[in-house]
C-alpha cells in the first residue's frame, strides 16, 4: 500500500477528506463522548482566554448565555468567593478549632439522638 501524506492532495481534496474525517468521528461517538467534547472545547473557549478581546468575547458569550440570570449568577458567585476568602484568612489555630467545635457538636447531636431511643 502506498504511503500518503496531505502534501499529495490538493486543497480541495484535502477539504474533502477533513469533511469525511469529521463525519465518521462524530459519527462513531457515543453521547457521552460527544458530550464531554463539547465540555472541552468549551472549556478552552472560555477559561483559556488570553488578552482583552478574547475576555471581552467570552464574556458576551456567557452574557448571552445566562441572559435575565447573569445578575443572580453573579451574586452566586460574588457570595460563594466571599465565604472562600474569608476560610482563607483565617488562621490554623482558628481553622482548627472551628474543626474541633464542629466536631464536639456532631458528637453532642450524636448523643442526644442516642437518648432519645
Known amino acids: 500500500m502506498e504511503e500518503f501524506t496531505y502534501k499529495d492532495l490538493s486543497e480541495t ?3 474533502s477528506l477533513k ?3 469529521i463525519s465518521s468521528r462524530v459519527n462513531n461517538m457515543t453521547e457521552i463522548d460527544l458530550r464531554e467534547f463539547v465540555k472541552e472545547i468549551i472549556v478552552d473557549q ?3 482566554t488570553v488578552g482583552n478581546a478574547e475576555e471581552k468575547e467570552a464574556w458576551e458569550e456567557i452574557k448571552d448565555h445566562f441572559s435575565k ?5 453573579i451574586l452566586e458567585v460574588k457570595e460563594k468567593c466571599n465565604k472562600n476568602y474569608k ?3 483565617k488562621s490554623p489555630e482558628e481553622i482548627e478549632f472551628d474543626r474541633r467545635l464542629g466536631l464536639l457538636k456532631q458528637q453532642q447531636e450524636e448523643q442526644s439522638s442516642k437518648d432519645m431511643w
Open 19 to 21: 469533511d469525511m474525517y
Open 13 to 15: 481534496e484535502l477539504d
Open 69 to 73: 440570570d447573569l445578575s443572580k449568577k
Open 87 to 89: 476560610l482563607e484568612q
Open 46 to 48: 472560555i477559561k483559556g
